[in-house]
């Protein structure tokens, strides 16, 4: 466990549904994020907050809406998702502009069907 | 952009032997850092090493060193003494500031 913790770990959801993915830490970190992690392809960058305030949204579809209600939790809501969207997804988080690196989390594996 | 490449989806070693997984990079950044994470089947994505783009000294964790080249803007992770334990998805990354890039990945195998 490194501190970084992911709920739920697995989830299976139908197109029309809704759900929301939870991150949460208590290492005193400011910075949060969300990847999302694909076969064979780079870690995509969705999501970073910075002191509660979104400071980047790589151009993520609209189906995706994070949220942040302080500096401990994230969530990642979904909605009338793709199946193009089963995928890792990775809650990290880390000190601003500190060189130790990211924690992250063990992920959610999400499947849409 | 800055961009991450590791070139070998792939590699394999024998237990006990030494392997060197290759990074490149690219940035017009001059001050960044540098990381080697493990992803191994338990998901949880580990950090192994990391290097400062300042210093030149390449930085070693036991079994674990890098070669850092800064003008050739390459990155590579040498495991010495590989171990079964050692059998993961590797993944180099490069971040400046908040924005961390990762590679696509190699999986690297351990044979007993």
């Known amino acids: 466990e490194t501190g970084v913790t992911q709920t739920p770990r697995h989830l299976v959801m139908g197109m029309t549904n809704k759900k929301s993915l939870k991150c949460e830490q208590h290492?005193?970190?400011?910075?949060m994020y969300w990847y999302k992690q694909s076969a064979k392809k780079p870690l995509e960058l969705m999501f970073v907050?910075?002191?509660?305030?979104?400071?980047e949204n790589n151009s993520v579809p609209s189906r995706f809406s994070p949220e942040c209600p302080n500096s401990s939790h994230l969530f990642l809501h979904l909605h009338t998702l793709q199946p193009e969207d089963s995928a890792l997804y990775l809650c990290?988080?880390?000190?601003?502009?500190?060189?130790?690196?990211?924690?992250f989390g063990s992920g959610t594996r999400l499947t849409v069907v | 952009a800055q961009t991450v490449t590791q070139s070998q989806p792939e590699m394999s070693v024998q237990e006990a032997e030494t392997v060197t997984l290759s990074c490149t990079y690219d940035t017009s950044e001059s001050d960044y850092y540098l990381f080697w994470y493990k992803q191994p089947p338990s998901r949880q994505m580990i950090l192994v090493i990391r290097?400062?783009?300042?210093?030149?000294q390449n930085a070693t964790e036991n079994r674990f060193s890098v070669n850092f080249q800064k003008a050739a803007k390459s990155f590579s992770l040498k495991i010495s003494d590989s171990q079964l334990g050692d059998a993961a998805m590797y993944f180099c990354a490069y971040r400046s500031g908040n924005d961390m890039r990762f590679g696509a990945g190699t999986r690297l195998t351990v044979k007993p």
């Open positions: 990290a988080s880390s000190l601003d502009r500190d060189s130790r690196g990211y924690t």
């Open positions: 290097q400062e783009a300042y210093k030149q």
């Open positions: 907050y910075n002191f509660k305030e979104q400071t």
């Open positions: 290492l005193g970190h400011n910075a």
